[in-house]
């Protein structure tokens, strides 16, 4: 049978004076600055009813039914994704976005890069405290849809859980500066990027795809080698956007076959009439007259019918 346990905590109405509000907002961002970029498992709707501040100074958080989880990739790419959003780094937020997200269709990163470019501009002359990160990050997932880019499902629980938290602690100190917050767990942010949980598991792993690499490595070249001596080895190239291209050569290649066919029916029909001696000579230059005239009027409806002679 489902057993529902609880516990009673003893809340307190603290935030009187601005210090304690201060300390308060501290405590509430590094509780959820340390679920969501170190331990990646978060509590996923922090709004003002699941968050209590105990009588001895710690924070308790309730209903724990919506909760998310971030595998360490995942949760080193976010990271990276806040580090460029915090700077203002366009270029390196649509790296990032094509490393976490997925292509429904072909994408144009330019057209990705200027869309981050453009949004961003518009805090480069704000103080850092007037700038809420989580609106940002979340216009940041939009322009990403835009450009027909899909994110990972449970990326929706990590931008709520931090536009949550945010509101929550600017709406408790509207003074509060998140990377202030954000600062000193800057030193555990870096040594998990570079080393994870498991220092000796990282070297482990680390040693082990070296050695893969240099395994693998004489094997690739040698099989280069001898693609290149057998000559079987073939270059792919995939050039963008040449579909009009191609299309509009071959309407001039048909066309100009046409000219060059109904002028070869002139001339052969010119030649007959000259040279004429019986009936019949006659009647084959009048068909290939009224041939060639119906050619060329429809050569001529073609091309105005296409709008190639508009100016």
Not at 10 to 25: P, W
Not at 75 to 93: F, G, K
Not at 176 to 200: H, K, M, Y
Request: glycine residues 6%; contains cysteine.
């Amino acid at each position: 049978k489902p057993i529902l346990t609880a516990e009673l905590t003893g809340k307190t109405a603290g935030g009187d004076r601005q210090a304690e509000r201060q300390s308060i907002t501290t405590l509430l961002f590094r509780a959820f600055f340390q679920q969501l970029f170190i331990d990646g498992f978060f509590h996923a709707d922090p709004h003002p009813g699941n968050v209590f501040y105990l009588e001895d100074g710690r924070i308790a958080l309730l209903d724990c039914g919506m909760v998310g989880k971030l595998d360490p990739r995942t949760q080193a790419t976010l990271t990276e994704m806040i580090l460029a959003v915090v700077s203002l780094d366009a270029q390196r937020c649509s790296q990032l976005t094509m490393q976490l997200a997925t292509p429904v269709k072909p994408i144009n990163l330019a057209r990705l890069e200027a869309d981050y470019d453009r949004l961003l501009r518009r805090y480069y002359s704000r103080n850092l405290s007037e700038i809420n990160f989580s609106q940002v990050f979340y216009e940041v997932l939009q322009a990403a849809r835009k450009n027909n880019l899909r994110w990972p499902s449970n990326l929706g629980l990590y931008a709520k859980a931090l536009a949550n938290s945010e509101g929550l602690g600017r709406k408790f100190n509207p003074d509060v500066n998140l990377l202030d917050e954000v600062r000193p767990l800057a030193t555990d942010l870096f040594r998990q990027q570079l080393v994870g949980e498991d220092p000796l598991q990282a070297l482990l792993r680390t040693t082990l795809e070296l050695k893969n690499l240099t395994l693998q490595s004489p094997r690739r070249f040698e099989f280069l080698l001898d693609r290149l001596s057998s000559e079987t080895f073939r270059w792919n190239l995939s050039l963008k956007d040449l579909d009009g291209l191609r299309l509009t050569i071959d309407d001039s290649a048909n066309r100009l076959s046409f000219s060059i066919l109904v002028g070869s029916l002139i001339m052969g029909a010119a030649i007959i009439t000259s040279n004429q001696q019986t009936i019949q000579l006659y009647w084959v230059s009048i068909s290939l007259f009224i041939a060639a005239s119906f050619i060329g009027l429809w050569l001529i409806v073609s091309i105005l019918r296409s709008g190639r002679l508009r100016s």
